[in-house]
């Protein structure tokens, strides 16, 4: 999130769009309510189904999955069509005036640069006219013709609202209603909230759905806001601080990354990250980026990280492809490249797409561990569960090891919420029987292989023998101790640049932020976004003051959130040039003349000038993007892209079927289903009664929703004739599933490109462990396609056929 889960009451508008938060974030969902409470907001609901969320909206319209950029490109050509913009704050804030280079265009949905044969763009046409300078060159009066506000016109004038009836199967009335209701939020004294989760992020063009939002609420002047802001509404409890701590295979904690094989030493590595600032005088935050990584490098390796070795860049890996993600790691296991897989607190025979091939992959390994708290269709894939499961157990040679874990309420530490929250929590018992931490069992892992190659040498020896490990009882490292890790420390006594002779921190001391981390050796911090969370003022994760001055929910001193403990990222831009506030009435920040002052930790200097230093500061420009250069594998803009399996033809370029540069493996294209034998289209989701694959083991939860069953339209039930409660196979190019019918009215069938579409939900909770019956979910039938920046799985958009059907499916 930008902003966090209090602050949702400031807004004016909700817009729920790629998401069911009602029943998928139900406690946080409370915050739509206080705000149509206290400042009588509004909820609209874009989603293919009419959920419990579009229940208690004041507007729905349906969607067909997999064509939100359609919807969202529309209503921003909508918002500039019918003067809809906050100006001063595109013009201040956003990169509208850059020109760009003469060589970047785009034409049938391509944009300059795509290279067929590798599947992906050279991206260097996508990039600003630099000046002799090398600022880059703006046209503040927007008239010049490269410059980003008239190329973004051009790109989202085919996105008419008789477009988006016929993409998406939208009608043309609701759209403009919902277009209107938006439009009201360009106001500066309006914001809109943008809550979104999967809907969005599962489809192989995911990261464009949201920056097509983001885009529109730039236009709207809602970034920055309190009331405004793009709010990913993430899934488990601390799935944001897995990839804030660079769980991630392409990732170092803290938004660093791992080496590329392009980047075999240091001095390359670091020259394509310290970005000089675009325009003059601002901050590029990334400027400091060696200070982060070397800082990084000192917490792991200690004394084995100097200046002479280049703080041991040598010993991290350099990647040979842009991630090793899941998708890619199951393809090289059925490709029998893989000799191990350690599962911790993973359930992919379930969670992952296209069951039938990871039985296959996981079928190849040698060895699987797997590290739960309770029994997972995972560590028991090879078990044979009847029909459409192909699984002969006499000819699966892996060995299972599994390791029982702890699970949250016994374990301390903190879970970083949707809001950057880091939350202390403690532990409400002891972990019954033989399940151990998971620390405990990795530490144990940790120094018996260090043992290892203590003893025998091996390849190369020294990241293992030289990590640093500085726990009091190193077979038990403790949460505090690990969160003390990730504050970072002085090593040696920390100066101030203006006058070293001015200690700021003593060596051996907690450092107080990132502000005080030095690329020179003398600081060490395992992940620099959370410095400040542990430092000599004590664990600030653990406060638990919950006032508020603001009355905005700041409540800075609840917890504490990343970076610096600021609440709203870019708060800069909730006041205007001169730094006055929006809107008196929610003011964050404001200019006294001499300094910013209000309830928030400003994202720019305390002291730098509302008119000069602009408030985007990760970006070179100081300002957001609008276009975005380099960053995105897919397109500086959002276009629309059918899903890899869809119903109707891509009415702009029938090419453009799934995206372009999504990860797919060859033996992946070849699983993919048309329309003709798989006439409809099917989308999965969770249910308030479920969490996953675990709350089955839970009778309560087992008996609130005890049977798989897939969601169908009366019409689609009728045509097939299919009845209410009755059995169903429902199948795919890749696997086939029974289920029970759920006839509802809440979902409809879409007219698209003058064709009917029907949508089969499927939800996803059901597997053979557990309390709850037997049955398998939508992965027996998902495509392992996935995003092209962050290769998502392309869970909620793929076709499948339906039928009634009779007997038992899993025995
Ligand atoms: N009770 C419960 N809560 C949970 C979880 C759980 O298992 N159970 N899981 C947690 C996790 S890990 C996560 S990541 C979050 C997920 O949170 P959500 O994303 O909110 O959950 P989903 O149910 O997967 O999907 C949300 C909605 O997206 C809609 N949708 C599908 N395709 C499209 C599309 O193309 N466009 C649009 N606009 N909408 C579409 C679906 O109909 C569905 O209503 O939930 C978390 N919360
Ligand atoms: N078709 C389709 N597929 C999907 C989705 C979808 O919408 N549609 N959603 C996807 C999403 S967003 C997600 S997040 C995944 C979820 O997939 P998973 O993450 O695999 O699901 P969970 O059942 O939440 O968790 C996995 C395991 O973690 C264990 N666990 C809990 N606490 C601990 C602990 O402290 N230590 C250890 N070692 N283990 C622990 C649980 O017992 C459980 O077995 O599914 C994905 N798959
Ligand atoms: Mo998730």
């Not at 998401?19 to 739509?32: I, L, Q, R």
Request: proline share 7%; with cysteine; aromatic share 10%.
């Amino acid at each position: 999130m930008t902003n966090s889960w209090t602050d949702i009451k400031n807004t004016d508008l909700v817009i729920v769009m790629g998401g069911n938060a009602a029943e998928a974030h139900p406690c946080g969902f409370k915050w739509v309510t206080e705000a149509k409470h206290h400042r009588g907001a509004k909820l609209i609901v874009v989603d293919p189904r009419f959920t419990r969320t579009a229940s208690v909206s004041d507007y729905y319209a349906p969607i067909r999955p997999g064509t939100d950029i359609t919807f969202l490109m529309g209503m921003i050509r909508w918002m500039i069509e019918n003067d809809k913009v906050q100006w001063s704050y595109v013009k201040a804030f956003t990169n509208a005036s850059f020109l760009v280079k003469e060589e970047f265009g785009w034409s049938d949905g391509l944009f300059t640069g795509y290279d067929e044969e590798k599947r992906d763009y050279d991206r260097s046409s996508w990039e600003y006219q630099l000046g002799e300078d090398g600022f880059a060159l703006t046209d503040p009066t927007l008239q010049h013709p490269r410059c980003v506000w008239n190329l973004l016109k051009a790109h989202v004038d085919a996105y008419t609202p008789e477009m988006v009836e016929r993409v998406c199967g939208t009608p043309k009335e609701r759209f403009l209603k919902i277009a209107e209701m938006i439009g009201e939020c360009s106001s500066p004294t309006k914001t809109m909230t943008s809550m979104y989760a999967l809907g969005w992020t599962q489809h192989s063009k995911g990261s464009q759905n949201i920056r097509g939002m983001a885009m529109l609420q730039l236009i709207l002047g809602n970034i920055g806001v309190p009331g405004g802001g793009m709010n990913a509404l993430r899934g488990h409890s601390n799935i944001q601080g897995l990839t804030d701590i660079g769980l991630m295979s392409n990732l170092i904690p803290g938004y660093l990354n791992i080496p590329t094989e392009k980047e075999p030493d240091w001095e390359t590595y670091m020259k394509s990250r310290q970005f000089k600032p675009l325009l003059p005088g601002q901050t590029s935050y990334w400027q400091n980026y060696s200070k982060f990584m070397v800082s990084f490098q000192k917490s792991m390796w200690g004394d084995a990280a100097t200046a002479e070795n280049d703080w041991a860049y040598h010993y991290l890996p350099k990647l040979d492809v842009p991630a090793y993600d899941m998708l890619r790691m199951f393809e090289l296991m059925d490709q029998g490249k893989v000799n191990l897989y350690f599962c911790q607190g993973f359930n992919p025979l379930l969670a992952l797409s296209n069951r039938g091939k990871n039985t296959s992959a996981l079928s190849k390994l040698k060895l699987l561990v797997v590290m739960d708290p309770l029994q997972t269709e995972t560590a028991r894939f090879w078990e044979n569960h009847g029909a459409f499961n192909d699984v002969d157990p006499s000819a699966i040679q892996t060995e299972v090891i599994e390791l029982p874990t702890s699970c949250f309420a016994e374990d301390e530490g903190a879970l970083v919420n949707s809001g950057r929250w880091l939350q202390w929590h403690w532990a409400a018992a002891e972990p019954p029987g033989q399940a151990k931490h998971d620390t405990w069992i990795m530490a144990q892992i940790f120094l018996r292989v260090r043992e290892l190659y203590a003893a025998e040498g091996g390849a190369f020896p020294d990241p293992i023998l030289n990590l640093t490990w500085p726990y009091a009882d190193p077979s038990t490292p403790m949460p505090d101790e690990l969160a003390r890790e990730m504050n970072g420390t002085a090593l040696a006594d920390v100066t101030d640049p203006a006058d070293p002779t001015k200690v700021l921190t003593a060596a051996g001391k907690q450092v107080k932020s990132f502000a005080e981390l030095r690329d020179d050796g003398s600081t060490a911090c395992g992940c620099w976004i959370y410095s400040g969370c542990f430092n000599e003022d004590g664990n600030n994760m653990a406060r638990r003051d919950n006032s508020d001055p603001s009355g905005l929910g700041v409540h800075s001193n609840w917890a504490w959130s990343w970076p610096l403990n600021r609440r709203t990222l870019y708060n800069r831009a909730s006041a205007d040039l001169d730094g006055k506030p929006w809107d008196p009435e929610r003011a964050l920040l404001s200019w006294n003349g001499e300094r910013w002052e209000g309830f928030d930790v400003p994202d720019i200097a305390p002291t730098a000038k509302p008119g000069e230093v602009m408030p985007f500061i990760m970006n070179p420009e100081g300002v957001s993007r609008l276009f975005s250069r380099g960053m995105m594998r897919d397109g500086p803009f959002p276009t629309h892209m059918e899903p890899f399996e869809s119903p109707v033809q891509n009415v702009f370029n029938d090419r453009m079927r799934g995206n372009p540069v999504a990860r797919m493996f060859e033996s992946d294209a070849a699983t993919l289903g048309t329309s003709d034998e798989f006439p409809f289209v099917a989308t999965s989701y969770r249910l308030t009664e479920h969490f996953h694959y675990w709350t089955k083991h839970n009778k309560v939860n087992a008996a609130m929703q005890p049977e798989f069953f897939v969601e169908i339209s009366e019409e689609l039930a009728a045509e097939k004739g299919i009845q209410r409660g009755g059995k169903v196979r429902v199948w795919s190019k890749r696997g086939e599933v029974w289920a029970k019918a759920l006839v509802t009215k809440r979902i409809k069938p879409l007219t698209c490109d003058g064709k009917t579409v029907h949508v089969v939900g499927i939800p996803l909770h059901w597997g053979f462990v557990g309390a709850a019956k037997k049955g398998w979910g939508p992965n027996s039938l998902t495509p392992a396609v996935g995003d092209a920046n962050i290769e998502t799985p392309e869970f909620k958009a793929f076709l499948v056929n339906i039928e009634p059907a009779t007997g038992e499916a899993l025995a």
